[in-house]
């Protein structure tokens, strides 16, 4: 069992660049969502999905999207990245929103120069 | 306000000790879930464990235990004869049925077990 796979785990980026993380999770679970980790603090919501088709904003969704076109994946695309981007991003997956976030992927170390 | 309040920065402790990890949360709703995760040195996220607001049993995995109190607000974590692999960092959330676009970590608590 593969879990939640994340991709790629580590990118540097260099400003007003675009790039999209992957998120891919083999339990059939409905409810999906991305998170960052800024240093020495806990998760922040980017955005989540209640299924295929059905994305909403979570506490800190400015400069991302997303996007679920099937159940098994649930990419995260910055659209010009800053240098406040720079953060450790976790995305998960759970069997409903009331579980969330629940089952992680390793993470994507992501550094805006 | 902080809506989850993790008193303890950093605790250390010496292998096979009792340890218990502080949580203090803040909320109106009455439907509500808590949640412990650990990370350990490697930055992997894991679930411990979730409760809802409506049990306030207290739960015992193992060497991990419990104690939620909705007098006090609190949903303490307990480690009992600590190992060096519990070291990491515990991190206490919540999130709350009226409103699902937020969810609220703790800043967590490092806890170091020395051999």
């Known amino acids: 069992n593969a879990g939640v796979t994340q991709t790629p785990k580590f990118q540097v980026l260099k400003t007003g660049q675009s790039m999209t993380l992957q998120c891919a999770q083999d339990m059939n679970h409905e409810y999906m969502s991305w998170y960052r980790q800024d240093p020495g603090m806990g998760l922040r919501l980017i955005h989540y999905?209640?299924?295929?088709?059905?994305?909403d904003q979570g506490e800190v969704p400015n400069g991302y999207n997303v996007s679920r076109s099937t159940t098994e994946d649930f990419p995260l695309r910055l659209l010009s990245a800053a240098p406040s981007q720079t953060s450790v991003y976790f995305c998960?997956?759970?069997?409903?929103?009331?579980?969330?976030?629940?089952?992680f992927g390793d993470g994507t170390r992501l550094s805006i120069l | 306000a902080q809506k989850v309040t993790q008193a303890q920065t950093e605790i250390s402790v010496v292998e096979k000790e009792d340890v218990t990890l502080d949580c203090v949360y803040e909320?109106?709703?009455?439907?509500?879930?808590l949640f412990w995760y650990k990370q350990p040195p490697s930055g992997e996220l894991v679930f411990l464990i979730r409760?809802?607001?409506?049990?306030?049993q207290n739960e015992i995995s193992g060497r991990y235990s419990w104690n939620f109190q909705k007098s006090t607000s609190s949903f303490n974590f307990t480690i009992t004869a600590s190992q060096v692999v519990d070291s990491a960092v515990y991190f206490c959330a919540l999130s709350e049925a009226n409103n699902f676009n937020k969810f609220y970590f703790g800043s967590g608590t490092k806890l170091n077990v020395k051999p």
């Open positions: 909320t109106r709703d009455t439907t509500y879930y």
């Open positions: 999905s209640v299924g295929a088709g059905i994305t």
């Open positions: 998960a997956s759970s069997r409903d929103r009331s579980w969330q976030p629940q089952h």
């Open positions: 409760r809802n607001s409506f049990d306030e």
